[in-house]
C-alpha cells in the first residue's frame, strides 16, 4: 500500500520530533538552596541577590540568611528569609595612613567577624534543620571562611559569589594559580607587575596566612572537630567561585580554573528590565556624582559640601544629579536649579538614558561595572578599599581620569577644571563606548551562566571532577620547594667537592 506524500510527512516530522525531544535536556528540577550573606554593605548583598533572583526564575526554593533587610520587590518567588540584625562593631583607632595601624585594626575587624555566631538568632538557626535538606550553600564571600562550617553543619557542597575580580584569598581558597608577575591585584593601589609585584605577593600571602589563623581559630570555636571536618578541610571543599567580574573586557587577563566563573553585569542585566526614568525633559546632558552606599554627607565638612556646590556652579547647562543625604538638600536646589539633590537616585536608570555626559564616582566596583555597561566615562575620587585601584585601572584604559588627592582634600578649581577636561574631550566616551560593546558581547548572559553552574553542582552531587588536585598539596610540594633545594643543594654540593678537589690537585 503507498503513503501519500502528506502522511510521509506527517510521519517525518514525526520522527524528527521524538529525536529532537530525546535530545533536549531534562526538566529543570526545583533544589532547596541556602543563601548566607552576612556582614555585606547593601551594594555587595545587591550582587548576591541578583544570583539568588537568577535561581528563583529557575523554579528553585532559597532559604536566604542576611543580616540586612530585604525589601519586598528584591526577591520574590519560593523564598524564605531569616534576618539576623546584626552589625559588625567599629573598630575604635586612629586613621593614619601608618601601615601597622591599618592591620591591626583589620585583625581586630576579623576578629569581631566570630561575634555574628554568638547570637541566639544565628543559634536558633542552625538548630532547626528544614523539612528539606539543603542541596548547596551559597555564601555571599568576603573574608569569611569561617562561615563554611554552615556547610558542614548541613551536609552540603558550597559555591560563593565574590563581588569583584578574585583576590589572593578566592585563588587560595580555589588552588588557582597566582601570576603576579603579570596580573595585579584589586587591593594593590599601585597595580603592581614584575618583581616589586612578586614582592608585594609575598607580603600579601603573609598576612593572609595571618588572617587564615584568626578564622580557623573562629571555626574551631563554633565548629569543633570531630563534629564537624577540620577547618582546612572544609577551605578545601569550596567547589565553585562565582565572581563579579568580566575579565576579557575589564582585565587583567589571568589563569583561571573551570571552577572560577565571571559573572560580571549579573546585576545589570536584570535592572535593564525596569521601567525607564521620568527625568527633566529636554535634551539637556546629564552629569551623575555619587560617592556610594558607604559615604554619608551627613558626617562631612560644610567646607566639602561648599566645594562640590562651587564647582557645579560653573556648569549650568548641565543637570547634575547629587546623591545627598546631607543637611540643607533643598536650599542647594533652590540656589542652583541645576543641581537635582536626593537622598537617592537611581543610578543604573540614570546612566541608560543616553543623555549622560559624564558619572563622578568613588570607584566601587558596581559603580565602575555600571559605567562600563552603559559606556558613560568616569572621573574617579577614591575614598577607601580597592577604590583607588579600581580607578587607577579605568584612568589607564583611558575610560576618564582619577584625581590624585582624596575628595576630602579637593579644591572647586580643580574640581571644575577637571569637569571641564572631561566633557570637552570626546576620546573619554569614544574609548569606554567601545569597551561597553566588548563587555556585553558574551555567548550566554551571566544569570545563565550563575544557574547553570550552581545546577551543575548540585546534578552531580558536588562536582568532585571540578576539583583542583593541587588543592591538596602544601605549600612545599605546591611550589616544589622540596626538589629545588635537592637540586640546588646537589649543584653547591657538587661545586664545592670539585673546588676542594681542584685545590688539593
Known amino acids: 500500500m503507498k503513503r501519500s506524500p502528506v502522511s510521509w510527512s506527517l510521519l517525518w516530522m514525526g520522527c524528527t520530533g521524538l529525536f529532537l525531544?530525546?535530545?533536549?535536556?531534562?526538566?529543570?528540577?526545583?533544589?532547596?538552596?541556602?543563601?548566607?550573606?552576612?556582614?555585606?554593605?547593601?551594594?555587595?548583598?545587591?550582587?548576591?541577590?541578583?544570583?539568588?533572583?537568577?535561581?528563583?526564575?529557575?523554579?528553585?526554593?532559597?532559604?536566604?540568611?542576611?543580616?540586612?533587610?530585604?525589601?519586598?520587590?528584591?526577591?520574590?518567588?519560593?523564598?524564605?528569609?531569616?534576618?539576623i540584625p546584626w552589625e559588625q562593631p567599629t573598630v575604635e583607632g586612629s586613621s593614619s595612613s601608618d601601615l601597622l595601624l591599618r592591620l591591626q585594626r583589620m585583625f581586630r575587624r576579623l576578629e569581631h567577624s566570630g561575634d555574628l555566631l554568638d547570637l541566639p538568632e544565628w543559634k536558633r538557626f542552625l538548630s532547626n534543620p528544614p523539612n528539606t535538606p539543603f542541596d548547596l550553600l551559597l555564601l555571599g564571600y568576603h573574608f569569611n571562611d569561617h562561615l563554611l562550617g554552615v556547610?558542614?553543619?548541613?551536609?552540603?557542597?558550597?559555591?560563593?559569589?565574590?563581588?569583584?575580580?578574585?583576590?589572593?584569598?578566592?585563588?587560595?581558597?580555589?588552588?588557582?594559580?597566582?601570576?603576579?608577575?603579570?596580573?595585579?591585584?584589586?587591593?594593590?593601589g599601585h597595580q603592581r607587575s614584575g618583581i616589586s609585584a612578586r614582592v608585594f605577593g609575598i607580603w600579601e600571602k603573609f598576612i593572609e596566612i595571618l588572617a587564615r589563623r584568626v578564622l580557623a581559630r573562629i571555626y574551631s570555636l563554633h565548629f569543633p572537630e570531630p563534629r564537624y571536618p577540620s577547618f582546612e578541610t572544609m577551605r578545601r571543599s569550596v567547589v565553585l567561585a562565582?565572581?563579579?567580574?568580566?575579565?576579557?573586557?575589564?582585565?587583567?587577563?589571568?589563569?583561571?580554573?573551570?571552577?572560577?566563573?565571571?559573572?560580571?553585569?549579573?546585576?545589570?542585566?536584570?535592572?535593564?528590565?525596569?521601567?525607564?526614568?521620568?527625568?527633566?525633559?529636554?535634551?539637556?546632558?546629564?552629569?551623575?556624582?555619587?560617592?556610594?552606599?558607604?559615604?554619608?554627607?551627613?558626617?562631612s565638612t560644610a567646607e566639602l559640601v561648599q566645594t562640590f556646590t562651587?564647582?557645579?556652579?560653573?556648569?549650568?547647562?548641565?543637570?547634575?544629579?547629587?546623591?545627598?543625604?546631607?543637611?540643607n538638600g533643598s536650599a542647594i536646589s533652590l540656589d542652583y536649579p541645576h543641581l537635582k539633590v536626593a537622598k537617592w537616585w537611581p543610578q543604573s536608570q540614570l546612566l541608560q538614558s543616553g543623555r549622560t555626559r559624564l558619572f563622578i564616582t568613588h570607584g566601587g566596583k558596581g559603580s565602575l561595572s555600571e559605567a562600563l555597561f552603559y559606556g558613560v566615562p568616569m572621573l574617579g575620587l577614591p575614598l577607601i578599599g580597592d577604590q583607588r585601584a579600581n580607578l587607577q585601572r579605568m584612568h589607564s584604559k583611558n575610560w576618564g581620569l582619577t584625581l590624585s588627592t582624596y575628595s576630602r582634600n579637593l579644591t572647586h578649581l580643580e574640581l571644575a577644571k577637571a569637569i571641564s577636561r572631561m566633557i570637552s574631550n570626546s576620546s573619554y566616551g569614544e574609548t569606554i563606548l567601545k569597551a561597553s560593546q566588548m563587555y556585553r558581547d558574551r555567548p550566554m548572559n551571566s544569570s545563565d551562566l550563575a544557574t547553570y553552574w550552581i545546577e551543575y553542582i548540585v546534578r552531580h552531587k558536588g562536582a568532585k571532577n571540578l576539583y583542583n588536585p593541587a588543592r591538596q598539596l602544601n605549600m612545599i610540594e605546591y611550589h616544589c620547594i622540596d626538589i629545588y633545594l635537592i637540586v640546588y643543594g646537589f649543584l653547591i654540593l657538587t661545586i664545592a667537592i670539585l673546588r676542594k678537589v681542584n685545590r688539593l690537585l
Not at 166 to 185: A, D
Request: glycine share 6%; aromatic share 8%.
Open 21 to 83: 525531544l530525546a535530545d533536549s535536556p531534562a526538566p529543570v528540577k526545583s533544589h532547596h538552596i541556602l543563601g548566607v550573606f552576612v556582614n555585606v554593605h547593601r551594594s555587595q548583598l545587591m550582587v548576591h541577590l541578583a544570583v539568588c533572583r537568577a535561581l528563583l526564575q529557575r523554579g528553585h526554593h532559597l532559604t536566604l540568611v542576611t543580616t540586612l533587610p530585604l525589601e519586598e520587590q528584591e526577591v520574590r518567588g519560593n523564598v524564605s528569609h531569616i534576618l
Open 242 to 299: 562565582l565572581s563579579n567580574h568580566h575579565m576579557i573586557s575589564e582585565g587583567p587577563i589571568a589563569p583561571l580554573l573551570p571552577s572560577m566563573v565571571d559573572v560580571g553585569g549579573i546585576v545589570l542585566e536584570q535592572q535593564r528590565k525596569k521601567t525607564p526614568l521620568e527625568i527633566s525633559a529636554g535634551n539637556r546632558s546629564l552629569i551623575i556624582f555619587s560617592l556610594g552606599t558607604r559615604f554619608t554627607w551627613r558626617k
Open 310 to 327: 562651587k564647582a557645579f556652579s560653573r556648569f549650568p547647562d548641565y543637570d547634575i544629579y547629587w546623591t545627598y543625604d546631607g543637611p
Open 151 to 188: 556547610a558542614a553543619h548541613f551536609n552540603c557542597p558550597v559555591a560563593i559569589v565574590s563581588t569583584q575580580q578574585p583576590t589572593g584569598f578566592v585563588n587560595s581558597l580555589m588552588g588557582n594559580p597566582e601570576e603576579r608577575s603579570y596580573v595585579p591585584q584589586p587591593y594593590d
